[in-house]
């Protein structure tokens, strides 16, 4: 397993600001919602020395080595291995809750580890499964099972690739003349052998990066997630709790935008704490090239909100 012990938490500093600003109070309980390597999790409970944290992420292995770096916070802290969708079952009984902050995607740890296959840069098997436990399907049964229509509407709707039908024929035909794809770089050798140099040097970065995107996204159920955690949050929420989010593509943002407008002008829960997203630093860019496509979010819940049952 590579850990980067120097690991450094992309708008971070921003997200905890966030929390101090709206005046999260110090002895409250806050929800990291995808621990990862457990950097924001540290970073709260060195800001509030009285909270007590509370974090879920859906992979065991990141459970484990963030269990092991927080061990000195003791009983302030406490994970759970579960995903947004179990987040109303496991976190219930802390309720009502005064922050939950979301770090969406994937971690360095599980990118920079090529036998996980979501990167595109490292060989291994084609994979993509946060939860790393063995459950659920692969980007390879997707490849190896779906019609080249089908591929085409993933390659599209999740990854917004231009060159979806042609990338998701040339996939069907090398299955029929082949069999199956097995590895992260035998469908990056592919994805440069079906689009022409020309196409490949317009694309503005690497050839394989929204197929890539899109597999995993749909391997994670990335967004239907996303709506569920946010679901279950604004049931578990305190009066005055605070919702911080910060995604890493548009569909993503898209999902937080409008249900942040949902709460605040249908459901009169609260209102958004900044008109736009805040990014990140030229300097933060420059040194963690993660954050470029990073967006932060924030809500506040207002004070005299009831503790809500989440709607089905
Ligand atoms: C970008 S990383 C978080 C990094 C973390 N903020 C840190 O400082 O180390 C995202 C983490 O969220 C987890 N995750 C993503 N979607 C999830 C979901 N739906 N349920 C639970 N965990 C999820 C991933 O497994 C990954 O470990």
Known sequence: MLVNPEHVPVLADQAVSFLEAAGVPGNGKIVDCTLGLGGYSEKILRTFPQVQVYALDRDPAAVEIAEARLTGHGPRFRAFRANFGAM???????????????????????????????????DGPLDMRMDSSGAGITAANLLESLSAEELTEIFWLYGEERHSRRIAAGIAEH????????????????????????????????????VFQALRIRVN????????????????????????????????????????????????????????????????????????????????FSDICELKQTRR
């Not at 902050?101 to 490292?122: T, W």
């Not at 050798?189 to 394989?208: D, F, N, S, T, Y």
């Not at 209102?271 to 993660?290: D, G, H, M, T």
């Open 88 to 122: 109303e079952e496991v976190l219930a009984e802390y309720a009502p809750l005064d922050a939950f902050v979301f770090d969406l995607g994937v971690s360095n740890m599980q990118l920079a580890d090529g036998e996980r296959g979501f990167s595109f840069q490292n």
């Open 175 to 210: 299955r029929r003349r082949k069999g199956p794809l097995k590895t992260t770089g035998e469908l990056v050798g592919l994805i440069r052998e079906i689009l022409p140099a020309p196409v490949q040097r317009k694309m503005g970065g690497h050839p394989a990066r929204r």
């Open 221 to 300: 159920d990335e967004l239907g997630e996303l709506e569920a955690g946010l679901l279950a949050a604004a049931g578990l929420v305190s009066p005055g709790a605070v919702v911080v989010v910060v995604s890493y593509h548009s569909l993503e943002d898209r999902v937080v935008k409008h249900t942040f407008r949902t709460w605040e002008r249908e459901e009169k829960r609260g209102k958004a704490l900044a008109k736009r997203p805040v990014l990140p630093s030229a300097e933060e860019i420059e040194a963690n090239f993660k954050a470029r496509s990073a967006k932060l979010r924030a809500f506040q």
